[in-house]
Each structure stands twice: as structure tokens, then as C-alpha cells.
């Protein structure tokens, strides 16, 4: 019935609903692509269900911005765990992983700061504040990685080689996307920035 209230479980499933279908759209199209309407169908819910959460797109934005970054951080925290438990290099791990062909090739499922960064760069400020909290995140998780590694490391050594591997990253992403029509310079743009973003913690070795 209209009008009819929902309890709160199914409540709060809507809600991920949106985000999660607003992250997967955004992702894929671009925030200023998508409409309301697109997420609610995405979700299946109704286009009016949506202001029952959001007071906005621009809310919505905001929210699956910080939502995406924050479960993308804790993804990076797993898998560093897991590669250390199996004795593998957690930090290479993680390098490995986002610079793959198939990340290149599905940025609906991606990195919100590989398929946003530079629309966001242009929006308003609250989203721009998500943006950037939730990339401070990421190079958290890089951080803590090679201090791992490089125990001695000034904090302030450790911070900027964690944002110069995230560039280094994020960089190669990008270049492999704008090369795709070229399959082997896209692959090399891959390799070239996972050596390069290994690269960024030689200093700190040559230092200690």
C-alpha cells in the first residue's frame, strides 16, 4: 500500500541497496550520467522510495563515495592479511591486484578514485571531502604496509612513499584505460606503473 512503512531491517536494506547500485552506476557512467531513477531501478525500488533515504543525488553521491573508499580500504586490509599469512608480499599484492587487465576493463566494480577522481575533483566541496578522506584511506593501508617493512622509516618518509606508490598506482590505471585501443601499450602503461609504484619504497631501503 502507498504510504505503507517498512520496518527498519528492510529499511536498512533498501538504503545499502541504493548505495550499492549507486556505486556500481556511478562507477560505470559518471555521477552527472545517472539519474535518480536509474539508481532506484538499479536497487528495485521505486523512484520515490529513493528521498525516503537521500535528500539528493548529490547526497547519494556523497554517501556511496564514502561507503565505496571505506569498504575498499577494509578489502586492501584483508588481502594484505591474507598475502602476509601465506607468506607473500602484502604491499606487491596489492599493487599486483589493482593493476590487472580485468580492473582496467571493469570500472563499475573498481576504484572509486580510478573511475571518479576526476569528476569529483570538479564537484562541490562535501563531495570533494569524501574523495579525498576516503583516498587518505587507501594510502593508510599503503602505509602501514611499508612500515611494516621498514620499521625505522620516518613516519614522514613512510607517508610519502605511501602516496607516491598510490600515484604511481592510480597513474597506471588511468594510462591503461586511455590506451586501451592498444593492447600492448595498455599492458605495458600496467606493468611500467607496478614497477614504479614497487620503486617507491627503494629510498627507505637505501636509508635504513
Known sequence: MIGMKVDRPTRDAHGAALLT???????????????????????????????????????LAEAACRDGLVQAAARWRRRAARARAEGRDPLGGLIDRYLTEQHRDDPANGCVVGSLGAEIARAEAPLRAALAEGTAALVAVLAEEISAAHPDAPTARVQAAAIATFAAMLGGLDLARTLAPDPDASRTALTAAAE?????????????
Not at 539519474?35 to 538499479?42: F, G, H, N
Not at 528495485?44 to 543525488?57: D, E, I, M, P, Q
Not at 614504479?196 to 635504513?208: G, W
Open 196 to 208: 614504479l609504484a614497487r620503486r617507491a619504497t627503494v629510498p627507505l631501503s637505501q636509508e635504513e
Open 21 to 59: 547500485a549507486a556505486e556500481k552506476l556511478f562507477r560505470e557512467r559518471g555521477i552527472e550520467a545517472v539519474r535518480i531513477a536509474d539508481v532506484s531501478a538499479e536497487a528495485g525500488l521505486t523512484h520515490g522510495a529513493f528521498y525516503g533515504h537521500f535528500a539528493s543525488k548529490a547526497a
